[in-house]
């Protein structure tokens, strides 16, 4: 993965030894930047200025996309047949909610604790309560 400087348009480091990066995720406050690797499925978190490996978590299969959520200070990951895992801001996991299909992409609610998730397996969008970790009542039961 490269991290570039888009003001002076040049490479400013190279983090190698990835596996199949698919999302990344800058989180200012903490100054981390968090990898989601689709081949082994791990989330490596870095040191957001030297770019230093601070600590690798393990969601078994196909990390992909991840959002943050400021007020709570969560980050979440779609990954594996079918959940998101929560991160809390120490790093940590904090929990999971499961789903019926791979999460393709998944959207944060800015006033509420709504998650909308694409299952393109399934041809639905999921919504789920992120402080109650299960399904909406808008939407379908999981």
Not at 110 to 136: C, F, G, Q, T, W
Request: proline share 6%.
């Amino acid at each position: 993965m490269e991290v570039i400087d888009i003001k002076v348009g040049k490479r400013v480091k190279t983090i190698s030894g990835l596996q199949e990066p698919q999302g990344v995720l800058y989180v200012p406050a903490s100054d981390r930047l968090y990898v989601a690797n689709a081949k082994d499925g791990s989330i490596r978190i870095f040191d957001g200025s030297s770019y230093a490996p601070l600590k690798t978590l393990d969601f078994g299969d196909d990390a992909d996309n991840l959002r943050y959520d400021s007020g709570r200070k969560r980050t979440y990951v779609g990954y594996g047949s079918g959940a998101l895992g929560e991160i809390d801001d120490q790093g940590n996991k904090a929990g999971e909610i499961k789903l019926d299909a791979h999460p393709e992409s998944f959207q944060l609610e800015k006033d509420n604790p709504l998650i909308y998730v694409n299952l393109p397996k399934l041809r639905k969008i999921a919504v789920l309560d992120r402080e109650k970790r299960r399904s909406s009542p808008l939407g379908p039961s999981e």
